[in-house]
């Protein structure tokens, strides 16, 4: 950000939503106010008002930001890789933001979720259009492996995703404990070995 004499502040849109979505991820949306947004970004109540008409609208701006941002990144791992080797990156992926100080930090999207829901109609589409995004993924790369013979295909690939998007987001949550991401790597490869062709008849 610049300041010049005589001339308004300069200032990236981009940067603000930043600094507004670790404010919001840290305290929460209601424990949030203008002057935390204020002190987070550096700007003036009169810049953030030209940007965005109130707090509410700064935070869903900055949920439907992550939220984007997160199935984008997924469906650019995937398109790259064998349905397989997706799937275990998938699973690695939650495992290490589920350990360490990123799995104490948690989920925006279920902070949000446990903090406004239920009886906030705009958050609960925005939740429900990030959840249904990763069970989109989640069933796209296991009926690409059916069809290469890689998954079991005696089980539906919509019942599999779904039931593998419940045991990631659970590891979101239990990340809030900070679990050794060795017991969370077991856990992954339990959910590979169940879903490989063969595994219904073992």
Known sequence: MKSGPGRPREFDPQVFLNSALE?????????????????ASGLASA???KLYPDKRSIFLAALQQYMDAGLVRGQQRDEELAPE??????LEFVALFSSGPQGEKGCFTIAAA?????GDDEVRSRVEYKFRGIVARLNSILRK???????R???PAEVMAECIFMLLEGMRVYGKIKPEISVLRKS?????QSVLAGAGQR
Do not use: H
């Open 23 to 39: 404010c919001f991820w840290q305290k929460g949306y209601r424990s949030t106010s203008m002057t935390d947004l204020m002190q």
């Open 47 to 49: 810049s953030i008002y």
């Open 85 to 90: 080797t997706a799937l275990r990156e998938t």
């Open 114 to 118: 446990c903090e406004l829901l239920p």
């Open 145 to 151: 492996g059916q069809e290469t013979g890689v998954f």
């Open 153 to 155: 295909s005696d089980e």
């Open 188 to 192: 992954n490869e339990f959910i590979i």
